[in-house]
Structure formats: structure tokens, C-alpha cells
Nanobody, 125 residues
């Protein structure tokens, strides 16, 4: 059974940092693109960042470019999303996801095979 376990969410002040982690089990992560999506009530789910199998290709939503960094450690079946200079607009429920596809197809078009349970990120003073 495939399971993606999200962790690392929390509450921070504007300008602060958080690191999300996603640990995969029941699959070999090195065969999958992985990334994070976020959603707030009343808004469409947004692809935040995705990374390819090799790690050479990445996708970032325009709103997070230069502030967020996605990485992966295939040996640990884990991916990370480092979020710096957080803004109140970054507040959302963040879900990790995987799919055997390109980062563009996954993040820009929401093509996903499996979802994590998600974690809440709140940025507020």
C-alpha cells in the first residue's frame, strides 16, 4: 500500500521559514516525480513545486520562486520543501504527491497518482 507522510507544517511569523518533508512507502520513489500542492478554502488547489526523478528538473509556482526550494533523497524515499521568507499568502494546507510523469504535467496540470495526508502552514503575525 502506497503511503506518503507529510510533516513539517506549523505556524510562523511573516519572513520565517519552514521545511516540509514527505516520506514515501509502498513504492520506490526514484521512479516518481514528487511535489507539493496547496489549497485554501474557496480556492483552487495550486501546484507549488515539483521535482523530477533525477532532481535535474524542477517546477515552481511564480508566487514562490526564489523563496522555496525542493529537493529529494531517493535513498531515503524522502523529499523536502524548504520554504523561506514566508508570507501570509503562503498560508494553506500543503499536500505532497507523486506521479510517474514530468514536473510540468504534474505541477502545472495536477496529474497525480498518490497524495499525502497534508499539513497546515499558517503564516501570521
Amino acid at each position: 500500500q502506497v503511503q506518503l507522510v507529510d510533516s513539517g507544517g506549523g505556524s510562523v511569523q511573516p519572513g520565517g521559514s519552514l521545511r516540509l518533508s514527505c516520506v514515501a512507502s509502498g513504492l520506490t520513489l526514484e521512479y516518481y516525480a514528487i511535489g507539493w500542492f496547496r489549497q485554501t478554502p474557496g480556492k483552487k488547489r495550486e501546484g507549488v513545486s515539483c521535482i523530477s526523478v533525477s532532481g535535474e528538473d524542477t517546477f515552481y509556482a511564480d508566487s514562490v520562486k526564489g523563496r522555496f526550494t525542493i529537493t529529494r533523497d531517493n535513498a531515503k524515499n524522502t523529499a523536502y520543501l524548504q520554504m523561506n521568507s514566508l508570507k501570509p499568502d503562503d498560508s494553506a494546507f500543503y499536500y505532497c504527491a507523486v506521479r510517474r510523469t514530468t514536473v510540468q504535467a504534474m505541477c502545472a496540470h495536477g496529474n497525480v497518482d498518490h497524495w499525502g495526508q497534508g499539513s497546515q502552514v499558517t503564516v501570521s503575525s
